[in-house]
């Protein structure tokens, strides 16, 4: 969903742009008609949220570097994904794959409450699973999202991995600002929640603001 690559990730994705790296964002559902019935779901006003939220995506992955014709927005219906057979959700992932062919995918961990997430965790396993023409692929990671990883009391996000994002925090705040309708401290997408995880990433790992991730793959070709 836009904003889900600000809140796990944008620290990291500001990074890896100062350094010079190419990055792409693929957005495979919309993120706003989970908050409508069914019989709304194509209704003006939800068509215009989901506009709305699009172009918030654009503005924010502006502030990270990213230019418009790198980001990709599939339209699944929000957390309705799990309507769509997990075979076509990884179908299009290997287009992407195979038209991009990127050397890292960051991605949402199996733990993660939201549906939508967990069928993306699934179909990116499948869909980079060892085979030639996955050669230029090294490695995997699966980010943690704030209102719903954190949620999980059963599984809790486990990191191996952790990004020094000091130099990019204030990037990834004012990323996450331009999702007008998402920023909300009940759910812990806000500034504050943003700075308190990155901060406690950072004394895990001696850093002062960190992002943290799971390493699920790596390859060495």
């Not at 904003?3 to 100062?18: A, M, S």
């Not at 215009?48 to 927005?73: H, Q, T, W």
């Not at 994002?165 to 996450?176: E, F, N």
Request: net charge positive; proline share 2%.
């Amino acid at each position: 969903h836009p904003d889900d690559e600000v809140i796990g990730c944008g620290g990291t994705i500001r990074k890896l742009i100062q350094k010079g790296e190419e990055v792409f964002i693929l957005f495979l559902a919309e993120g706003v008609t989970a908050r409508y019935n069914l019989d709304q779901i194509k209704s003006k006003k939800a068509k215009d949220e989901i506009i709305l939220r699009e172009k918030n995506a654009l503005k924010a992955n502006s502030v990270l570097g990213i230019k418009k014709n790198k980001i990709i927005f599939l339209k699944n219906m929000c957390c309705r994904m799990d309507e769509v057979s997990l075979i076509e959700h990884t179908k299009v992932i290997e287009k992407y794959i195979n038209l991009i062919k990127p050397n890292r995918i960051i991605t949402h961990n199996e733990a993660d409450l939201n549906t939508d997430h967990k069928i993306t965790f699934k179909a990116c396993m499948v869909a980079t699973r060892p085979k030639n023409i996955n050669k230029f692929l090294s490695e995997i990671w699966c980010f943690e999202i704030l209102s719903s990883t954190n949620h999980n009391l059963v599984e809790p996000f486990k990191p191996n991995l952790f990004v020094n994002i000091t130099d990019q925090i204030q990037s990834k705040t004012l990323a996450l600002s331009k999702y007008q309708k998402e920023v909300s401290k009940d759910s812990g997408r806000d500034k504050d929640s943003i700075l308190a995880l990155a901060k406690y990433r950072g004394i895990q790992s001696n850093m002062k603001y960190a992002e943290a991730f799971q390493q699920i793959k790596k390859f060495f070709n």
